[in-house]
Structures are given as C-alpha cells and as structure tokens.
C-alpha cells in the first residue's frame, strides 16, 4: 500500500501537472524554442488572505519542480552550463506563476550594450 501524501507533497503534484498541461497546450500553438543557455524568470503572484498573510519565503515555492519538469523540454539540464534563474514575488488580485524562458547570452548582450 503506499504512503499518503503529505499537504507539500500533494501541492507539488498538482503544480507538476498544471505546469505539464500548460506546456503541452503550448506546444500544440506552435513548436517549442530550445536554449543552449535559459534565462529562466518565475514571477509569482499570491493573492492576500487566510492562508497569505505573511510573507513568503521565496527558496519554499517549490522552484526546484519548476526547473526539473523544464529541463530537457527547454534547456538540456538545469546547471550553470545551460541555464540560470530568477524569482520575483508580488501580491496580486488571484494567485498566478509565470514562468518567462530566453536566451541567457542573448540577454547579457543587451546587458552589457546599456
């Protein structure tokens, strides 16, 4: 029989599919880019209640499921060869995650260019 999930683990679950689902509608649009080097930009939005009322702690929103279920789809693995991060969190009206992917040197061009 196997173990019952944990609130977290649950939570992660779901995440992993809504992101799986959100790509795979992506994909029916048009085809996929690939990165030899992401820039990977997770902007989350959490809105204000019960649950919300302190500030969150952005290293416990599970990023580490956002990037796992990237790789391999948009960048060959998530190490510093092939890709580097970003998190931003803002409170909003309803909760979202964005989730942005570049081209990291394209990126330091302008960088270094302004």
Do not use: C
């Amino acid at each position: 029989m196997a173990e019952p999930q944990s609130g977290s683990q649950t939570h992660t679950a779901v995440g992993k599919a809504m992101l799986h689902t959100a790509i795979a509608e992506a994909a029916q649009q048009k085809p996929l880019p690939y990165f030899n080097k992401a820039m990977v930009e997770i902007e989350i939005i959490t809105p204000r209640g019960n649950n919300n009322a302190r500030l969150w702690d952005t290293s416990n929103r599970a990023i580490q499921v956002i990037l796992n279920n990237l790789k391999g789809i948009f960048f060959e693995d998530d190490n510093m060869e092939h890709m580097a991060f970003s998190v931003v969190g803002w409170w909003g009206e309803k909760g979202a995650t964005i989730i942005r992917i570049s081209e990291l040197n394209k990126l330091q061009q302008i960088r270094d260019i302004t």
